[in-house]
């Protein structure tokens, strides 16, 4: 059984940090591709950080120099370092884990998610 649990979030002022968790369980974790997205109310989810097995990054243009995605492999847990938060990131933040398979299927799971609301 696969799980992601994702910890971490809060309320913060603008300007302020957080640091995000993501602890895996049921997956290979260190073949896996791991990504933090976004939901906020009335809108789509978006990507905001991925890493990949190799540890290649790629970030949302929204968060560039703001944030920072990093994992631990000996830990099955992936982390999303948060600063100069501003009011626009509050959202609930989901952890993926995603890995495409030789057959071209891909497997992808979710955590239920952590809210990270930022205000003064």
């Known amino acids: 059984q696969v799980q992601l649990v994702e910890s971490g979030g809060g309320l913060v002022q603008p300007g302020g940090s957080l640091r995000l968790s993501c602890a895996a369980s049921?997956?290979?974790?260190?073949?896996?591709?791991m990504g933090w997205y976004r939901q906020a109310p009335g809108k789509q989810r978006e990507l905001v950080a991925r890493?990949?097995?190799?540890?290649?990054?790629n970030y949302a243009d929204s968060v560039k120099g703001r944030f920072s995605i990093s994992r631990d492999n000996a830990k099955n847990t992936v982390y999303l370092h948060m600063n100069t938060l501003k009011p626009e990131d509050t959202a609930v933040y989901y952890c993926?884990?995603?890995?495409?398979?030789?057959?071209?299927?891909?497997?992808?799971?979710w955590g239920q998610g952590t809210q990270v609301t930022v205000s003064s």
């Open positions: 049921g997956i290979i974790f260190s073949i896996y591709t």
């Open positions: 993926n884990a995603e890995r495409q398979l030789s057959s071209g299927r891909t497997n992808n799971y």
């Open positions: 890493i990949t097995s190799g540890g290649s990054t």
